[in-house]
């Protein structure tokens, strides 16, 4: 069984920086994908930034610049660094881990709260 653990979220004022870190743990092999999503209220979640573990990377448009995502295989984290935080990226963040040649096992973390303030 995969678990998922993400610590990092909380309050910040807006321009200000957060890092994001998810740990897995489990059965974890290779090709997977790790990755951060978001969900603000009343919007669907949408992909914020993901990573391979070949190291690829993948943004949404509207971070593209402003946070950088990155893992450490041998521990099993992936991180998303955020900086100049507006009030837009409110929302909570989602880890996801994807494991498979067609990245059919699909997990999820418990979600935490990125409040910026303006």
């Known amino acids: 069984q995969v678990q998922l653990v993400e610590s990092g979220g909380g309050l910040v004022q807006a321009g200000g920086s957060l890092r994001l870190s998810c740990a897995a743990s489990g059965s974890i092999f290779r090709p997977n994908v790790m990755g951060w999503y978001r969900q603000a209220p009343g919007k669907q979640r949408e992909l914020v930034a993901a990573?391979?573990?070949?190291?690829?990377?993948n943004y949404a448009d509207s971070v593209k610049g402003q946070f950088t995502i990155s893992r450490d295989n041998a521990k099993n984290t992936v991180y998303l660094q955020m900086n100049s935080l507006k009030p837009e990226d409110t929302a909570v963040y989602y880890c996801?881990?994807?494991?498979?040649?067609?990245?059919?096992?699909?997990?999820w973390g418990q979600g935490t709260q990125v409040t910026v303030s303006s």
């Open positions: 996801n881990l994807r494991i498979g040649a067609r990245y059919e096992y699909d997990y």
């Open positions: 990573i391979t573990s070949r190291g690829s990377t």
